[in-house]
């Protein structure tokens, strides 16, 4: 199976802690769409063939803001994929969406465009803390939010994702509990819990540094992260990966292909594809994507990824699920050289607490390990 996901890079405002790309730049929206759509018909050659007969199952629109766009400019694109290859199996078109945007109107027009179905929406909740919300400058509120995700369902789609953003400055246990408890109000079928991090150039990592926000301490967020998963397990939400859960069978697709290493095509700025063995990356610029795309130009550079790095991608991916690393399957990739070198690695350098067994023999992070993924990464690499 293959998948497809389409970088929308537009956000009116940028979020405190957000780096990904992302402009203020709607005048574009026309050039954008035109771009993309060139991009399309000149790439999806070259990804058939590599996909050979794979079907495409997933179609991930993602941002930026994909809510951004209206649905009838969102259906064009699709249209665009749909006379380029084969869409018939897709099972899972995912649209990420900001609260704000999910009008009544907007989410009707959505819901009844005739190619294009969007069965699973992603929601930027973020938190229900309306000071934390504030603090992150986004645009919505609590309450905006509670109505955008009610308001999607009523009008069908009920396959819904909700991200949290936990570890905030100033957050406790009774925090936590409390944008826990609304969030899983909600029933959503799946959740993306990220821990609050701060990132180089962004406005809350200079508030940081202006000593107005103060981040929390380590052994802090340890307890929260403890909190979370327990909380959400209660609820009946499934840890399927380090920052993912889901209620049983509503695992993300399209997520899931990432790190399983399916093949997938990214369109648009700073999109990265994965086919042929190799990575991809298209510029995080707009302007520079439009102009390479009217000079008739792929956007898109290849990394020329080595066996090593390669390695490297499937033991990092591979140890965030709670699938793990399947060994013989590393065998059959990377051969016996790589397959020693890991379980020699593992043996000699990762403490026993760190991992486990599962019952079909792949070996996987215990929470433990899942809080010192970053260093268990490090010594499993070939460097
Ligand atoms: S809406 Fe999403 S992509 Fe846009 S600035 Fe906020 S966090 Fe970043």
């Excluded at 929308?8 to 954008?32: G, H, N, Q, R, T």
């Excluded at 064009?76 to 099972?91: G, M, R």
């Excluded at 690695?345 to 993924?373: F, H, M, N, W």
């Amino acid at each position: 199976m293959a998948g497809i996901y389409i970088h929308i890079p537009f956000c009116s405002s940028k979020c405190a802690y957000c780096d990904f790309y992302s402009v203020p730049a709607l005048e574009f929206k026309a050039d954008y769409i035109k771009a993309l759509k060139k991009e399309i018909r000149l790439r999806m050659p070259e990804f058939r063939d590599a996909i050979k007969n794979e079907p495409v199952k997933t179609i991930y629109f993602g941002g930026g803001t994909p809510s951004a766009l209206s649905p009838k400019e969102l259906q064009e694109i699709y249209t665009e994929l749909a006379n380029s290859i084969d869409l018939s199996n897709v099972a899972e078109i995912t649209m990420e969406a900001n609260p704000d945007d999910l009008t009544d109107e907007y989410i009707k027009e959505l819901t009844s465009l005739d190619t294009l179905h969007v069965n699973r929406m992603s929601i930027g909740t973020q938190t229900f803390n309306d000071t934390m919300l504030k603090l992150f400058r986004r645009r919505h509120n609590a309450e905006a939010a509670t109505e955008a995700v009610e308001r999607v369902k009523r009008h069908g789609i009920t396959n819904i994702s909700l991200d949290l953003i936990y570890a905030y400055p100033e957050e406790t246990t009774e925090t936590l509990s409390e944008d826990i408890e609304k969030l899983t109000s909600l029933r959503p079928t799946h959740i993306s819990a990220y821990q609050l991090t701060y990132e180089p150039g962004t406005t809350l990592t200079k508030l940081v540094k202006d000593g107005k926000v103060k981040p929390l301490a380590e052994n802090e967020c340890v307890t929260l992260y403890h909190q979370l998963v327990n909380t959400l397990e209660q609820a009946g939400y499934a840890q399927y990966e380090i920052s993912n859960f889901s209620l049983p069978g509503y695992e993300s697709k399209h997520n899931s292909s990432y790190w399983d290493m399916t093949p997938y095509l990214g369109l648009g700025p700073s999109a990265h594809s994965f086919y042929s063995n190799d990575r991809m990356h298209n510029p995080a610029a707009l302007t520079k994507y439009i102009k390479l795309l009217n000079d008739d130009k792929i956007p898109a550079e290849a990394e020329g990824l080595t066996k090593h790095e390669l390695y490297n991608d499937f033991i990092i991916t591979s140890l965030r699920t709670r699938r793990g690393i399947d060994t013989e399957e590393l065998r059959k990739r990377f051969g016996n050289t790589f397959h020693d070198y890991f379980m020699s690695q593992l043996q000699s350098r990762i403490q026993p607490k760190l991992y486990e067994r599962c019952d079909d023999g792949a070996i996987r992070l215990t929470q433990e390990g899942i809080l010192v993924s970053d260093s268990v990464f490090t010594e499993l690499i070939w460097v």
